[in-house]
C-alpha cells in the first residue's frame, strides 16, 4: 500500500510539472515582426509598394471622381440609387461615412511611409542614392496622402510618426508646412534622373519630377484658398513662389517629359482606331503605358487581378473608370463598354470649349454626334435607370472595347478579366506635363509665355497672351476630368461664381426630360464632412467641419 | 513529446504494482425484472464501500464480501436503487422496480459522471434514444425543444448545414459558440455525427458545471457520449432504417410574369406622375420574348422557383448498431449512411451523403476480485460527408435569391440558341444584365464534388490501484482531411456574364489537433460524509492544419470527367494557388474539482481550472476559473417525511466563471501583413511588387474573455414523482470581449483587438413533465420554457457601438444591426415608421415643429419617417432600435403516449418576442427584381395600405431608408415532430426480437405563426465572420423543408 502511495503522488507531481512552458508558444509563419523589418532595399521596396497601393481607393471614393463629381463639370449621374454619387454632387451627406474610404486610405498610406521614414537608418543599403530615392519616394507619397486629405476635407489631424494617437486637427500652416515639407524633401532626396534614362520597370515610382510638380500644386493651393503668400515648412524654412517656380523651371528644363505630338493619343481610345469612328478618322495611335508617354509624370498602375475583396469593394482594377464609363445598361456598343455612368458631363463645359479645338470631342463623346460612329447611332438613353443624364460622357476615363470585349483584354491576352468591372486597367494620371506647364505659367515664370503657348500649340490653337483669366480656361478644357477642376475653382475663389452658373442644366432622369442644378454649399467652405464614425471614434477631439 | 513519454513510465509502473485485499465470504444470486426477465449490468456494491460487481447476462452475480458488511445495494439506470441486509446469507436474490422517479440516472459532468439527484449545477441530459427517435439528420436538431436555455436555429435549410447554437442568450460578439466535446476529444461542430451513434447528451448550462472545462466554456458546454461498450451483455443488434420525402414546407409566391408585368407598369406609371409628367408606357413588345402570349394569358412565365425545387428530394437513412461485452471485454458499434436530397437545386449536386463508422470497446486487463485494476479502451468515429453544392450565402452568393429575384418574363430555355452553345435562354431586352439563375446555378455548381473525412478518436488507460483511487489517462485526436473538384464550363447568359474560357479547380485541406488528458480521482466514505476528488492535467495542440487549393483555366478535355489541374494546357495567369499550414495553437490546463456530501442531504463542489493559451503574449497567458455549487435535498430531512405530495425537492445554487479564448492569433504580435497591398509597378501589368504594412495595433495585454454565473434553481417530483418540476433562475455576465472594436482610421491600420465589452444574459427555465400509467395507457408530457433577456452592457471604446454589415437587406442599403449599451446584441438599428402619407392633408401635415415639412418632395404613398430626436429633421440621427432578433421566451412540449405496443410522439417548439428583418429582393440597386405576392399590400390610393409605401422605378428615401417597414414579429410555434407507431413485439411476444417498430413520422407539419415569410425560424445573420453576431435577417435563402416518413426500428 505505501507503494502505491508514493507513486499517486509521483503522478500528481509528474500532472502538476511535465509540461514546459515552450508548449505555450506559437510561432506566427505568416507575418514578419515590424521590429526586424525594413532592414534592406527589398523590405522597404515591399513597404513602398503598401503605400503605394492605398493610392486608389475603390467605390466613389477614387480621388479622382470626387473631384470630378464635386466640380461644375460633372453632374451626379448614374442610377437613381446610386446616392454616393449624388450625396458627392450635391454636397450632402445620406450615409454618415460617405468619404470614410479616402479618408481610410490616405491614413493607411501616411502610417506606412511613417514606418519608412522612422525605419529607414536600419536598412543596410550598399547604394546611397538608393536610399535617398526610396526615402524621397515615402516623403512624397505622404505629402500626395496630406495634400488628398487637405483638399477634400480641409483641416485634418498631422501625424508623421508611426504612432496610434487621437490627435486634433492641426493648424492649416502646420498641414501645408508639413506638405510642401515632404515634397521639397522628396526632390532634394530623389536623383535628377532624365525621364528616358528612367527604367521602364520603375514605372509607376515617383520621381523628383512628379515631386516638383506637386510641391506647385499645394503651393498654388495653399496659397490661394487660404490667401498666403510664402509657406513656413515643417522645419521652419520659408518656401517663397521663387523656389516653386525654380522647381517647375527645373522640371521643365530637365526632367526630360515633354507633350505627346496629338493630346488624344494619351487616351485607351485612341487604341481603338480600327472600329472606332472617332479614331479612325483621326488616324489616332494610343501612345500606351510602356514608357513612351513622356507626358505622364506621376500615375497610378492597375493589373488583370482585380477582385471582390468584399461584396462591394473592388481591388486592383480602375475602377474610376468602372464608375464614370457610360452607363450602358448592358446594352451593346462597338466601342464602349458599360460603365455605370458617374459625372455625366455639364453641357455648359461641351459648350465652352473654343472652335476648332481638338480637345473637345478628344474629351467627351456626345452621343448624338455620327462622328462618335456606332454609339450615335445605337445609344439608348435611360439605360438602367439613368439619371442627370445628358448625353455627353467624358472619354479620358472609359471603358473603351475591343474586338468586342475590354480593351486590356485584347492587349494582353488570355487571363485577363473577363468581367466588366474588374477589367479596366488604365493608368490613373495624377499629374501630367501640361499641367506643370500651366502652373508653371500660373505662377509667374519667366517663361510663363512659353510654357501656356507649348500646350495650345500642340492641339493647334494659336496663341495668346498669358493671363491669369486664359490660364483658367485653358485649365479647364486641357485636364477637363481629370480632378483638378474643383480645387482650382476654390483656389481661384471662383467657386461660387461658377457653380451660379451651373443650373438648370437639361438632363433626363429616367428618360424624362427634366433640369439639374449642381449644388454648392459655400458654408462648408468647399470641403468634405469627416467620417461622422471617426468623429464620434474621436471623443470629441475631432470637430466635424463647418456646414456639416 | 516528452510530455506523454513522461506518462507512459507512471502507467507501466502502476501495471506492476499488486494489491493486497482482505478475505471473506461469497455473496451470489440473480437479479431480474418485474416481469421476471434477468438484468444484466446491474451494479452490486457493498454499501459503504466501492466493492462491487456488475451482474452477468443472465443477471446472475457473485461477490466477495468481508465480514464486516452489511448491506448490498443493487443500482441500475432506470431502477429504483434497492438496499439488502446481507446477514447470513450466501444467496440473495433481488427483483429491482423501475424508477419513475430516475433519480439515480447519472448525468456527464466533466471527466466523469455524477449521479442525477446529487447534482448541484444546471444541465440537460438527453438521453441519445431520444435523439434518434427524431429522425434527425444530425443531432444538434433534435435538441431543439427539449433543452431549455438552448437556443438552436437553423442557418438555412439546406442538408448538412450547420444551426446557430447559443447557451443562456448570446455572451460575446465574437464566437458564441459553446464548447463541443465528444467523448472527451474537443471538435468544432458535431452536425456530422450518426444520431444513431450517440448514447447522450448533456448540456452544462452554468458555470459550476462548465467551470472543470475553464477556459472555452463561457458559452456553455455540449458533452456527446457516443454509444459505449456494455459489460456482461448478450450482443444486441439493432437496425434503424427510414426513407423519408421532403417537401417545400412554405412556398413564397412569386409573380407570374402578367402579375410582373402589371407591377412594373404601376412603378413606371408613379415615377412619371411623381415628376408631373406624361406616362411613357414601357414597350414590352420589344422587351421581353412571347409578349403576345403572355397577354393572351397562355404564357403566364417562368415559375423560376418551380424549376428549382427537387420534386424528388428525399432522405434516407440506415444504421446498424451492435453492443455486447463480457465481464472483461465489451464493445459498441456502428456502421450508419444517410443520403438526403435537398428541396432546391434540381439538376445539381443537391445531395448530402454522409456514412459514419464507430467502433468503441473496453477490456479489463486485470482484474482482482472485483476491482477493476487495469482497464483500457478506445473510441473511434470516422465520419465521410459530401456536402451539396448549391450557393448559399449572401445577396451577392445565393441560388436561392438570384431564382426569387428572377423576372417570369426571362424564359427558360432558348428556342434557337445555336450560336451561344447552351440551351439556357439569354438576357431579355428587358434585363440585359439578368442572367438564367437556374443555368448560372447548373454552370457555376453542378459539375462539382467534395468528400469531407474527420476521425474522432481516443485511448484510455483507467488503472485503479486501489478501491476508489482511479487514474485515467486519455488521449485523443480529432483530424480532418478533404478535397474538393469543380469544373465550370464555357457559358453565356448575358452581356456581363459568361466565360470565355472553362475553369477548373482543385481544392485540399487535412489537419488534427491531440488532447492528452490526465485525471486521477478519488473517493473517501466516512460514515455518513461523501468526499470525492478529482485533480487533472490537459494539454491539447492543434498540430496541424494545412490547406492548398489551386484553379486553372482551359483544359484540354474540356468536360467535367477529365476537369483536373494537370489537364489544363497552360498555367493562366489566373491561376490561383495557396497553401498554409495554421498549426502550433495550443493550451495548457490544471484543474481540480472536490465535492463532498452528507448522507446525500447536503451537497457542496468547488472547482478550480488554470488555462494557458498560446493566443496571449506572456504575462497574459494564464486565465483562472473558479466555481462553487452547493445543493440541499430537502426531502431528506425529517420533517418533509410526513406527507406525500412532494416527493423529492433539491434546492440548488452555483457562482462561477468560465473562459474564453477565441481570437485571431498573434493579436499581442507587431506585425506586417501582406494582404491586399500588392502593387504594379513597370510595363508589364502581370508582375506583383508585393507590398508589405503594419497589420494591426498590437495589443500586449489581450487575453481571456471571462463569463460569470450565478444560478439558482431547484429540482422537485410531486404526487409520487408524477410530476416533475426545474426551475432556474441565472444571471450571466460575459466581460472582457475578444472584440476588434473599431479604432480610429487615422492609426492606419487595423484596430486591436481587445477585451472590451460585456452583456447581461439574465433569464429563468422552467421544465415540467407530467408522467402517469394508467394500466397499459402510458403517457409523459414535458414542457419547457425558457425567457432569457440579453443587453450591452459596455463597449470599451470611444463611440461605444459595434457596426453591422452594409448592404444587407439590398445592395445600397446601410448597416442595420448593431451593438450598443442598454440594447440587445445586435438589435435591429433603423427609422421608426408612422405609417403612409395617405393624402394631401396628410403631406401638407408632415412638418416639423416650426412647420417647415420634413421632405420637400413628399407626396402622398410616402412613409412617414419618425423624428425620433425632435430636431426638426429626419437623419441617421433619428434611427433607434426597431427590432430585437433575439427570442425572449424559447418553448418546447413533448407528449410521449403509449398503448401496449402503439405508440404516439408529438414534439412542439417555439419562439416568441422576436423580430424579423425581411426582404426577398435587392430593392435598390435592382428595381426589375421580381417580387411576392406581398407587393399587392403595397399603398395605391388614399386608405390602401398603412405600411407599404406605393411603388416606383427608382429607389426613394421610403425603401432606401432601413426602417421598420421591413421588421416583423417572429413569433411561431412549431410542430416539429409526430411519429405514430407499432412495436410488433407486443403482438408476438415469442419473436425472437427485443423490439420491432414500425412507424410513420411527419416532420414540420404545422407552424403557427404570423410571420409571412418562408420560415419564421431565421438563424441567418450574415455569412461574413466578422459579423456573426447579427441574426434574424431573412432574405429569402433556403427553405426549410417538411418531410414524411416511413421507418423500421429492429433490435435483436
Redo the contacts between chains.
Sequence with gaps: ?K??RY??L???V???T???EN?????????????T?YSNPE?V??????????LPTTGVNDALLIANLMSDDCLGGG?????GFHDIDGFTN???DLY?PI??NC??????V??IIYRIDNAKYSNETEKNRDLGEAYFLRGVFYLRLAQIFGN??L?TL?D?V??PKAETSALFGQILFDFKKAIELMPSTKYADVS??????ATKWAAEGFIARAFLFYTGKYNVSDATLADGTTLTKSDVIAYVDDCVANSGHGLIPDFRNQWPYAYANTTYKYAVDNKLNWVG???DNVETMFAL?????GGW????VI??SNQLTLYMGIRT????YQDFG?GWGGGPVNPQLFESFEAGDPRKAGSITDVTDPNEGDISTKYVWNA??S?HETGLWQKKYTPILVNG?GM?NAI?G???Q????LWN?QDEVLLRFADVLLMGAELGSAKAQDYFDRVRTRVGLATKTVSLDAIKDERRHELAFEGLRYYDLLRWHDEVAAFAKATNIKVQ??????TYSITYRPETNGFAPI????V????GILVQNPGW | MNFIRSHLVLILLLVFQVAAFAQGRKISGTVTDAANESLPGVNVVVKGTTIGTITDIDGKYSIQVNNTAKELVFSFIGYAEQAVAIGSNTTIDVVLKEDVQQLNEVVAIGYGVQKKKLNTGSSVNVNGENIQKLNTSNPIDALKGVSAGVNITQSNGQPGSDAKVFIRGVGTIGDATPLYIVDGVSTSSITHLAPSDIESIDILKDAASAAIYGSRAANGVILVTTKSAKQNKRPTISYDFYNGWHSVAKKPELLNAQQYIEIMDECNKNYYESKGKTVREIKWDTQVPNYDKIVSGENTGTDWLSEMIDKDAYVQSHAVNITGGTKMSSYSMGFSRLDEVGVVGKGTNNEYKRTNIRLNSDHVLWENKGLNIVKVGETLSFTNSHNPTVRTGNIYWNDLHNVMVASPTLPMYAEDNSDLATPYHYATNWNSSEANPIALMIYNTKESTNSNNSILGSFYTEIQPISNLVYRSQFGINAWYGNSRSYVPVFTLAKETFTTKDKVSQSMSQGYNWTFTNTISYKYLLGKHEISGLVGNEAIRNAQSLSLSTSNEETIFGDYEHAYIDNAKTISSNTSISGRDDYGWAMLSYFGRLSYNYDEKYMFTAVLRADGSSKFSEGHKWGVFPSVSAGWVATNENFMKNQSVISFLKIRGSWGQNGNQNVEDYQYLSTLSYTDATYYFGTNKTIKTLGAYPARVPNYDITWETSEQTDLGFDANFFKSKLNISFDWYRKDTRDWLVEAPALASYGTDPAAINGGSVRNTGIEIVASWHQNINDFKYDFTASLSKNKNYVIDIANEEKIIHGEANVLSQGTSEMSRVEPNLPIGYFWGYKTAGILQNDVDVANYVNADGVPYFKDSRPGDVIFVDTNKDGKISDDDKVMIGDPNPDVIIGFQLNTSYKGAYLQVSANGMFGHQIAKSYRSFVDSPKQNYTTEVYNRWHGEGTSNKMPILTTTPTRNTINVSDIYIEDGDFMRISNITLGYDFKALFKQLPIGEARLYVSGKNLFTFTKYSGMDPEVGYGSSNKDYDWQSGIDLGLYPSARTYLIGLSITF
Design positions: 500500500m507503494n502505491i507513486i499517486s509521483l503522478i500528481l509528474a500532472l502538476v511535465s509540461c514546459g508548449f505555450l508558444e506559437k510561432k506566427d509563419l505568416y507575418e514578419v515582426s515590424d521590429e523589418y523590405e521596396q515591399t513597404a513602398l509598394a503598401a503605400a503605394y497601393s492605398t442610377g437613381s440609387g446610386d446616392t445620406s450615409s454618415e470614410l479618408w481610410q491614413y493607411k498610406g501616411i502610417l506606412r511613417n514606418m485634418v489631424p501625424i508611426p496610434a487621437n490627435y521602364t520597370d520603375r514605372l509607376g515610382h503605358e510602356t514608357g498602375k492597375f493589373s488583370p487581378y475583396n468584399s461584396p462591394t481591388t486592383y445598361g448592358g446594352k451593346s458599360q438602367d435607370n439619371v470585349s486590356y494582353l488570355a487571363g485577363t473577363t468581367n466588366y468591372q486597367m432622369n429616367l428618360a424624362i426630360e427634366d467620417p461622422e464614425s471617426q464620434k471614434l474621436s471623443d
